[in-house]
């Protein structure tokens, strides 16, 4: 029963980071896109853009940042 629960609490690490990333590069694609549209149709401040496009990717540092906080409280009792 102690490596169930060990084991769930190591899947849910792994659902932490899997999901952020896959967040993160939905978002980052759609910003993307949006930017892309939006530089055609300016003629100037295409750094505002660029900046915006990158900012979902703050998603995925933050659930691999979460990760290495929490690996080390994995434990039976609390997985």
Do not use: K, W
């Not at 792994?14 to 896109?33: E, K, N, P, Y």
């Not at 892309?36 to 659930?63: K, M, N």
Request: hydrophobic content about 50%; some cysteine.
């Amino acid at each position: 029963m102690e490596q169930v629960s060990l084991g769930l609490g190591y899947i849910g690490l792994f659902a932490m980071v899997s999901l952020s990333a896959s967040g993160s590069a939905i978002g980052c694609a759609r910003a993307g896109m949006a930017a892309d549209r939006a530089i055609l149709e300016t003629e100037t401040g295409h750094g505002r853009y660029l900046g915006v496009a990158a900012l979902p990717s703050t998603q995925a540092i933050l659930g691999i940042v979460l990760t290495f906080i929490l690996r080390n409280n994995i434990s039976a009792q609390r997985g």
